[in-house]
């Protein structure tokens, strides 16, 4: 199974989206700006894919210098806070499989989660070559 914490709006959470769905997948598509974040679910993402709260947190289009978490001072339980009451300020996608947890930012990251890649050649929306006409991976 995977599962696919997604925003709908953002190119990169689409070109995984549409990767995983190429690779003949059926992922579980939670569109966490409609359903919103518990601590227990971001702490459990956040260890399993190594991340931080400062890590994971989505600097550029969202509320995260307004709300002044860029500051050096700024502690991971005052982002996880925030994360809880802003969820766009999670850096998405987030891609959990059997192979593993991952932030897949550049979207080609999550092909280290698949057992399965798109047929070659395989496209992302803007038009560049992810997956070669040999099934490799490209860049």
């Known amino acids: 199974m995977i599962v696919i914490h997604h925003n709908p709006d953002c190119g990169t959470s689409r070109n995984v989206l549409r990767t995983i769905e190429a690779a ?14 518990t601590r227990p679910q971001l702490l459990a993402l956040f260890a399993a894919a190594d991340l931080t709260p400062r890590t994971a ?30 969820p766009v300020l999670v850096n998405r996608p987030i891609v959990c499989s059997a192979k593993g947890v991952k932030l897949c930012r550049p979207s080609e990251a999550v ?13 992302k929306e803007d038009g560049d070559l992810l997956i070669n006409e ?6």
């Not at 579980?28 to 974040?37: M, Q």
């Not at 040999?134 to 860049?139: A, F, N, P, S, Y």
């Open 24 to 37: 003949g997948y059926e992922p579980v598509v939670i569109e966490y700006l409609k359903e919103g974040w």
């Open 57 to 86: 947190l989505r600097e550029t289009k969202s509320p995260a210098k307004e709300l002044g978490l860029l500051e050096d001072d700024v502690s991971d339980e005052e982002i996880l806070t925030a994360m809880l009451e802003h």
């Open 111 to 123: 092909l280290d989660l698949l057992e399965t890649w798109p047929e070659g050649p395989f496209h």
């Open 134 to 139: 040999k099934g490799e991976r490209v860049g």
